[in-house]
C-alpha cells in the first residue's frame, strides 16, 4: 500500500498528517482504533516529561548522561506499539526512551541504567527488548541474527531496529541489511533520521538523497516517511511487519524526524545547529501535531491534557525515588556475569576483593 | 576409532554437533558449497542443507553481529573467519557486545557461539595470514579462548565450545592442520575447558606452550636427549588460553623450580607474561631460575622469507632448555 507508492529515489515522502494535525490524505489513514491513537498520544508525552525531568535531575549531578528522545516520539511509539511483547524483538539504538517505554521497559530500569547501574539493563522476562547499544549500528546485526532465528525456527516473530542517520555511515548498517535481505528474514530496519550525528548535519554525512535509498542498494524495500507524523510511520510499519510476517522478508523506513535537545546532556546544540532552522523545525514537533489531531476529533481536551501533565510528572517522580533508593550495586553483582559459572581464578579474585572491601570499606558511587 | 589429522577432526566434530544439536548454524565466507578455505566444514552443507551451512558476505563484522541475534535468540552459531589476520573487522562485536552481553542484562540475554579461525605462522602465507593474537582476545573479559594441538582435542574441545555457555573463540593452528594424523574414538566426547594436558612428566624445568608449538617443544626435548643430555622436562600443553590451568602450571613449576613459557605471539603483553607474571605470585620462593620465555619478537609477523627469524624454532627452544637449567644465582 505504502512502499508501492512513495519512490525514495524521487525524494517522494509519505505524509498523511500536516503540521496542525490535519488530516491530508484519509485514503492512507493506516488501521489504528481512537483508543490506541490515545494511548500512543499518551506514551509520547510521557516519554517527553521524562527527558525534560531527567534533564533537571542530570544538571543536579543525580544522574548520568543520557540521550533523549525529544523530538522523536511520534516514531518511536509508532513502531514500538506494534511489537508483539514476548513473540517480537527489539533491537534498540541508544536513543529510545519513548521506543522503550512503549515496548514495555519500566521507566525506573532505564533511569537506573542512566544512574549508572547494569540492573536498569536487565529487561524483564516476557519482553524481547535488547539493552541499549552504545555503538554505532551495531544492533542493524544483532537484529538480522534475531530474525534469521525467528525464521530458523519457525516462530513467526519479526524483529525491529533502529539506528539514527549517522548510524547509516557505518559499514554494518549496510552488512547486516545485505545479509538480511540475502536470508529474506523478518527485520525491519529504521533510520530516525534526526539530521544530527552529534553535531554534524546530515548534510555532512552524506550526498544520498535521503537514507531509505540506502536499502536500493542491497536490494531491499524501503520508504521514505515523515517522522513527525504518527500516521505515516505507524501506516510504514504495519506494512513492513505484515510483509515480514508473510515471509517476504525485510524492509528499510526512514523516519525523517528532528532531534529537538542535545545530542546527549553532555553537549549543547546552539554551538553547532542553526537557530532559524532550529525554529522551523520545532513547527513539526509530533507531539503539538497529534494533540491538535485529537482535540479536532473530540478525543482529547485541554482539561484532560492537564490532569495528564500531573499524573504523568508524579509517575515519573516516584519512578526516580525508586530508583534513587535501590541504586546499590553488590560486589559479587559486578563479577558474576562474567561468564555463566565463575571460573576458579575469578573466584579468587572475588574473593581478594571481598577480603579488601571488607577492610577497607567502599562507600558506594565515585570516591 | 579412525585416523585422522586436525582438519579431519574438525570436520568430523561438526559433524557430531549438527547432529547432536538442531541449533548449531556453520556459516562464514566459502564456508558452505566449498567448505571452507581450508576445507574444515567441507561436506556439511550436501548433509545439512544450505539452511545450516551456508556462505555468508564478506562482511566480519555482520558475521559475529548477526551470530549475535542468532544465539540470544535460541541458536547456536559457529561462524569461520577465513584467518585470525581477517578478525580486526569483529574486534567491535566480539569486544563490545559478545563478551558482554550476559554481564550488560545481568544475565537475561547471553550469546554463546563459537568463533572459528585459523592461526598462526609457519605456512608461507601472504600478509595477515599469519597471525597470532590469542592475548588480545583473552584481555576481554567473558570470552573463552580455546588452541587445541592435536586431533584428539580438537574435536573433543571443539565440541566443548559448541556446549559452552559462554563465547568461545576457536584459534587453530594453522601449521599443524595436516601435520600429522592421530587416532581418535568415533563418538562424541568433550575435553574440559580450562585445563591443561601433561603431555610429559619431568622434574628439571616446566615448559608451558600450546598450539603448533607443543611439537615444536618436543622436538627440541627429543633433541637434547639425542645430544646425550638427560633432562627431564614437564611439558604442559594448555590447550585453554582463557581460562588457563594455572594450578597446573603451578605446581609443577613448584616441582621444578623453573619455568619456559614458550608461544609464537609477540612477547609483550603475552601469555607468557601473564604465565610468568603469575608464577612469581604463586611461587616466586619455589624458584631456582628467572622465568624465561621463546616467543616471537615485538615485531609485524615477517613475510614468508623472514619468517624463520621470527617462529620459536626448535633450536630457540633448546637453547633456552639449556640457558635455564645452567642459570646460577
Known amino acids: ?367 | 576409532m579412525a585416523v585422522l589429522n586436525n582438519i579431519q577432526a574438525l570436520t568430523h566434530a561438526l559433524d557430531l554437533a549438527m547432529e547432536k544439536h538442531q541449533n548449531v548454524i556453520v556459516y562464514g565466507e566459502d564456508a558452505g558449497y566449498e567448505g571452507g578455505v581450508f576445507r574444515a566444514t567441507v561436506g556439511l552443507q550436501q548433509k545439512y542443507g544450505e539452511e545450516r551451512c551456508f556462505d555468508a558476505p564478506i562482511a566480519e563484522a555482520t558475521l559475529v553481529g548477526t551470530a549475535v541475534g542468532m544465539a540470544i535468540n535460541g541458536l547456536k552459531p559457529v561462524v569461520e573467519i577465513q584467518f585470525e589476520g581477517f578478525s580486526y573487522p569483529i574486534i567491535q562485536q566480539l569486544f563490545t557486545h559478545v563478551a558482554r552481553m550476559r554481564n550488560r542484562s545481568r544475565g537475561r540475554f547471553t550469546c554463546p557461539m563459537v568463533i572459528r579461525m585459523p592461526m598462526g605462522g609457519g605456512i608461507r602465507a601472504l600478509e595477515h595470514h599469519s597471525e597470532a593474537m590469542e592475548a588480545m582476545f583473552a584481555h576481554n573479559p567473558g570470552l573463552k579462548v580455546v588452541i587445541p594441538s592435536t586431533p584428539f582435542d580438537t574435536k573433543g574441545l571443539l565440541l566443548a565450545a559448541v556446549e559452552s555457555p559462554d563465547p568461545v573463540l576457536f584459534l587453530e593452528p594453522t601449521k599443524i592442520y595436516r601435520a600429522f594424523k592421530q587416532d581418535i574414538p568415533d563418538e562424541y566426547y568433550t575435553l574440559p575447558i580450562g585445563e591443561g594436558y601433561k603431555v610429559q612428566e619431568g622434574t628439571d624445568v616446566t615448559i608451558v606452550t600450546y598450539g603448533a608449538q607443543v611439537g615444536d617443544c618436543e622436538k627440541a626435548i627429543e633433541h637434547l636427549k639425542g645430544e646425550g643430555k638427560n633432562i627431564s622436562v614437564d611439558l604442559i600443553d594448555l590447550r585453554t588460553i582463557q581460562p588457563w590451568d594455572r594450578e597446573m602450571v603451578i605446581e609443577s613449576v613448584k616441582k621444578t623450580g623453573r619455568l619456559i613459557v614458550v608461544h609464537e605471539a609477540v612477547r609483550s603483553f603475552s601469555v607468557a607474561a601473564e604465565v610468568i607474571a603469575t608464577v612469581n605470585e604463586k611461587s616466586f620462593e619455589y624458584l631456582k631460575a628467572p622465568c624465561a620465555r621463546v616467543t616471537g619478537y615485538d615485531i609485524i609477523v615477517p613475510f614468508d622469507r623472514g619468517e624463520h627469524f621470527h617462529q620459536p624454532s626448535v633450536q630457540k627452544i633448546v637453547v633456552k632448555i639449556k640457558e635455564v637449567l645452567d642459570y646460577q644465582f
Not at chain 1, 21 to 33: H, R, V
Not at chain 1, 54 to 71: A, D, E, P, W, Y
Not at chain 1, 274 to 289: C, M, T, V
Not at chain 1, 323 to 336: C, G, P, Q, S, Y
Request: glycine share 6%; with cysteine.
Open chain 1, 1 to 367: 500500500m505504502y512502499f508501492d507508492k512513495f519512490n525514495a529515489l524521487k525524494n517522494e515522502k509519505l505524509q498523511i498528517m500536516d503540521n496542525t494535525g490535519k488530516i491530508l490524505k484519509p485514503e492512507l489513514m493506516p488501521k489504528i482504533s481512537d483508543e490506541d491513537i490515545l494511548t500512543a498520544y499518551k506514551l509520547m508525552c510521557l516519554s517527553r516529561r521524562q527527558d525534560d525531568f531527567q534533564n533537571k535531575v542530570q544538571r543536579q549531578g543525580r544522574m548520568l548522561s543520557f540521550l533523549s528522545s525529544t523530538g522523536q516520539e511520534a516514531a518511536e511509539v509508532a513502531y514500538a506499539m506494534q511489537i508483539i511483547k514476548g513473540k517480537d524483538w527489539f533491537s534498540p539504538a541508544y536513543r529510545n526512551n519513548a521506543a522503550w517505554l512503549t515496548a514495555g521497559i519500566p521507566m525506573r530500569n532505564i533511569m537506573l541504567y542512566w544512574c549508572g547501574n547494569e540492573m536498569g539493563a536487565k529487561t524483564p522476562e516476557g519482553i524481547n527488548v535488547l539493552p541499549v547499544n552504545i555503538p554505532i549500528a551495531t544492533q542493524y546485526s544483532h537484529a538480522t541474527g534475531l530474525a534469521f532465528a525467528e525464521k530458523y525456527n519457525k516462530t513467526g516473530g519479526v524483529v525491529l531496529t533502529t539506528t539514527g542517520d549517522g548510524g547509516s555511515s557505518e559499514g554494518e548498517f549496510y552488512e547486516a541489511m545485505n545479509f538480511a535481505k540475502l536470508h529474506e528474514v523478518p527485520a525491519i530496519f529504521i533510520v530516525e533520521n534526526n539530521q544530527f550525528a552529534i553535531s554534524t548535519p546530515r548534510k555532512k554525512a552524506t550526498k544520498a538523497i535521503n537514507f531509505a535509498v540506502k536499502g536500493i542498494a542491497v536490494g531491499m524495500r524501503n520508504i521514505l516517511v515523515d517522522g513527525n507524523d504518527f500516521f505515516a510511520v505507524y501506516g510504514a510499519v504495519q506494512e513492513a511487519i505484515a510483509l515480514a510476517r508473510k515471509g517476504e522478508g525485510p524492509s528499510l523506513i526512514e523516519c525523517e524526524t528532528y532531534r529537538i535537545g542535545p545530542h546527549s546532556s553532555a553537549d549543547d546544540p546552539k554551538v553547532y545547529r542553526d537557530e532559524d532552522n532550529h525554529q522551523e523545525q520545532i513547527k513539526n514537533d509530533p507531539l503539538i501535531r497529534l494533540k491538535a489531531y485529537l482535540i479536532a476529533k473530540k478525543k482529547w481536551s485541554e482539561q484532560e491534557q492537564t490532569k495528564l501533565d500531573a499524573e504523568q510528572d508524579q509517575f515519573i517522580k516516584d519512578e526516580f525515588a525508586w530508583v534513587e533508593a535501590n541504586n546499590n550495586v553488590d560486589l559479587k553483582d559486578i563479577f558474576a556475569y562474567t561468564y555463566e559459572e565463575m571460573p576458579n581464578f575469578l573466584a579468587k579474585q572475588y574473593e581478594e576483593a571481598k577480603a579488601f572491601f571488607e577492610a577497607y570499606p567502599s562507600k558506594g558511587g565515585h570516591h
